[in-house]
């Protein structure tokens, strides 16, 4: 029999797990706080598995139809957890929220069922403190979209059993994510901190005049970005030389004085803003935000396909 999953938040990321999760047979039961999210999740999964079928994008071997099947949707709380060896959390980011959402499953939930969280900002110490199930919590960070973007960051607050972590590793890759498994928590997890650095450093460049923001943008989409699609920065730099060693023999200095030059985190307020988001809305006005959104998954989209390939 198929194994269970519950998942709490039925917007967005819930959707999101829920059609990861049947892809790979597993049955899944959706709960909301709010009732009519379940069913308007229910019938947008369904026109989603279809599409996804029909232009051939459906993960997994199981039919749309079969997928559907899989998922239900339910009412109860209790419902959802009975029976679920996983309940991946998916309420909004809104610490009051998030911390009600979690008393209320840590009061229904049993050993040996895991809380897995899905925020993107708060310590997992800091959400399950006081939960009785607290050494059976971990966070599980998916990126956006997660059906296309693969990458799920897991990491345990301090007290989280080590067999925990493990066992949300091998249910990621099992549904055919790629999971990276942070050793301790830290502020922002590691993807957070490594976009906040180059957001830092493109903002100081505006700020500072030296590319405006069409073109500091191109550094990332011309640039960086199409090598980072398939290498990260360390074997980027393996690459670059003769290994790392002759690399850092090469340009560690030079990398070292020009981090230096760096200046102070910004704030990101005031005529650096306004500045920024006219350039931007020149660019893409706030009416055309939701094409742009499509575009990008478009683009995503063909990306994943793409990476299957190589
Ligand atoms: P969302 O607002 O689309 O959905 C949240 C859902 O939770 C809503 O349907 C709401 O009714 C429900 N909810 C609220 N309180 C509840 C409760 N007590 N019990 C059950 N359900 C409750 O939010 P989202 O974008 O899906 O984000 C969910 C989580 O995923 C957040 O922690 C967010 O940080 C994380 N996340 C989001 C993204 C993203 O790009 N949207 C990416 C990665 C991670």
Known sequence: M???????????IGRSWAMLFASAGYKVKLFDIEQ?????????????????????????????????GLISGTSNLKD?????????ECTPEILEIKMKALRDLDA????PTIISS??????????????????????AHPVNPPYYVRLVEIVPAPYTESWVPVK?????????QVPVSLKKEIAGFSLNRIQYVILNEVWRQVQDGILDVADVDKVMSEGLGPRYAFLGALETAHLNAEGMVSYCDRYASTIYSVSQSMGPTPHMEGKALEDIQRQMCERI?????????????????????????V
């Not at 006005?285 to 390939?309: G, H, I, N, V, Y």
């Open 36 to 68: 009519k999210q379940v069913q308007c999740a229910l019938k947008e999964i369904e026109s989603q598995l279809k599409e996804l079928e029909r232009t051939k994008l459906l993960r997994g071997k199981l039919s749309a139809k079969e997928q559907l």
């Open 168 to 176: 949300v590793r091998a249910l990621m890759e099992t549904i055919g």
């Open 118 to 139: 899905s925020t993107s900002t708060h310590m997992p110490s800091v959400l399950s403190k006081s939960l009785k199930n607290k050494e059976r919590f971990v966070v």
């Open 285 to 309: 006005p706030l009416e055309k935000l939701q094409e742009r959104r499509q575009w990008r998954d478009a683009c995503l989209t063909k990306l994943s396909l793409l990476k299957k390939e």
């Open 80 to 88: 959802c957890v009975t029976g679920a060896f996983l309940v991946q």
């Open 108 to 111: 229904v939930v049993q050993a």
């Open 2 to 12: 198929a194994e269970t999953i519950g998942i709490v938040g039925s917007g967005l």
